[in-house]
């Protein structure tokens, strides 16, 4: 008796706390990407003259507004880049890259750099970290980016300290996923 109110009650949970029938499905087909989030995600456009030319930085969020959220903003990004400064088959770009972004990442919030560790997505190359910033009253920003081509990706979410470890973040990285883009 006792297991099977034991799988009712983990049927109940994964089914009000895990279930995707409340998250919405976005799809950019000139970004190449699927994801779902927890709310309705709006696209802004923003364009830096940089070293390389102006660069087009594509940003998808979604901004949590409801009372005690796990996550405060929920982001996808993407750049292109031109020929020759980044490419995902060249390792040694790519790591330099990687360095400099997660460096300027981290000093754009005035900062901690927590954590970093290599993490490919697909086979191509990516990195993983954790910023932490605003001391203890704070927040964290947890990032998973990865080069394809000339492409440069980036999946975001942002929380307080206190909500550090929760599942949604999980959630919205594993819910990226590459399509075909107009540009193939």
Request: net charge negative; proline share 2%; charged share 25%.
């Amino acid at each position: 008796m006792s297991k099977i109110i034991l799988g009712l009650f983990i049927t109940f949970l994964s089914a009000t706390h895990f279930s995707n029938e409340d998250w919405l499905v976005y799809k950019s087909h000139e970004g190449g990407f699927i994801i779902e989030s927890p709310g309705k995600i709006k696209e802004v456009i923003n364009r830096a003259n940089t070293s390389l030319g102006e660069l087009e930085y594509h940003i998808f969020i979604y901004r949590d507004n409801s009372k005690d959220p796990d996550n405060l903003a929920y982001m996808v990004s993407y750049c292109d880049y031109p020929d020759g400064s980044i490419h995902s088959d060249s390792t040694e770009l790519a790591q330099d890259f990687f360095e400099a972004t997660i460096d300027q990442a981290v000093e754009s919030v005035n900062g901690k750099l927590a954590y970093s560790s290599e993490s490919k997505y697909r086979g191509y190359p990516g990195m993983i970290w954790r910023t932490d910033y605003g001391g203890d009253d704070g927040g964290i920003i947890r990032t998973k980016a990865f080069i394809k081509g000339q492409r440069y990706y980036s999946i975001q979410t942002v929380c307080s300290k206190d909500k550090s470890m929760n599942l949604s973040s999980d959630k919205f990285f594993n819910a990226f996923n590459l399509i075909s883009s107009k540009e193939e």
